[in-house]
């Protein structure tokens, strides 16, 4: 079974600044579907940016972009120029391409506080 | 505007109650889900469905049953056999093709054991 694993159970940055946050999976297939989703205090869970192993260039959305790793299986999410609303709760996911298997498996998350 | 409707946004049970929380989306997805959130737990599996009237567990399924007789509709009992059910639970529907793939969340229910 796949696992994600957020080493990070906390993280805070200044705003304005940039903070990186990191998530490495194990898996043993070569194309797949990576995520990160945000959770802010309403505990409404909204996609933040996604990247399929296949493509090598990384996805950025914004302010939001991704360091994938394909060989390391890391695939950490960059946060520039911090906003207060940027404060939640992150959850890296990932997806296996096989047919049937459409369930994501979730890290345990990342807490992001933003000090003004 | 579609999405994914879950109610009552709280929900309190009694020891030995059944209930049920529902979930219902207008995306025209063919795949649904259930997943269970405790603190410092993240997302973890119960149910999935992907297509109607077929549904299969995740990994935590004892104590929950589901059903899937339309499309639209995944509904969720927790069952008085689930010892610990006091959590946030969120529904998903899944799109997978190519061009715009990921999941749509429910605004999510909080149950309570009272």
């Known amino acids: 079974a796949q696992t994600v694993t957020q080493s990070q159970p906390e993280m805070s940055v200044q705003e304005a600044e940039t903070v990186t946050l990191s998530c490495t999976y194990d898996t043993s297939e070569s194309d797949y579907y990576l995520f990160w989703y945000k959770q802010p205090p309403s505990r409404q869970m909204i996609l933040v940016i996604r990247?399929?192993?296949?493509?090598?260039q990384n996805a950025t959305e914004n302010r939001f972009s991704v360091n994938f790793q394909k060989a390391a299986k890391s695939f950490s999410l960059k946060i520039s120029d911090s906003q207060l609303g940027d404060a939640a709760m992150y959850f890296c996911a990932y997806r296996s391409p096989g047919a049937g298997s459409y369930q994501l498996t979730f890290g345990k998350g990342t807490k992001l506080s933003v000090i003004p | 505007d579609g999405g994914i409707t879950q109610s009552p946004k709280y929900l309190f049970r009694k020891e030995g109650q059944n209930v049920t929380l529902s979930c219902e989306q207008n995306?025209?997805?063919?795949?649904m889900y259930w997943y269970r959130q405790d603190p410092g737990q993240g997302l973890r599996l119960i149910y999935y469905s992907q297509i109607v009237n077929d549904f299969q567990k995740g990994d935590i399924a004892e104590g929950y049953s589901v059903s899937r007789e339309k499309k639209e509709s995944f509904p969720l009992t927790v069952t008085s056999a689930q010892k610990n059910p006091t959590a946030f639970y969120l529904c998903a529907s899944g799109r997978w093709d190519r061009l715009n793939y990921g999941y749509t969340f429910g605004s999510g229910t909080r149950l309570t054991v009272v």
């Open positions: 990247q399929e192993a296949y493509k090598q």
């Open positions: 995306l025209n997805h063919d795949a």
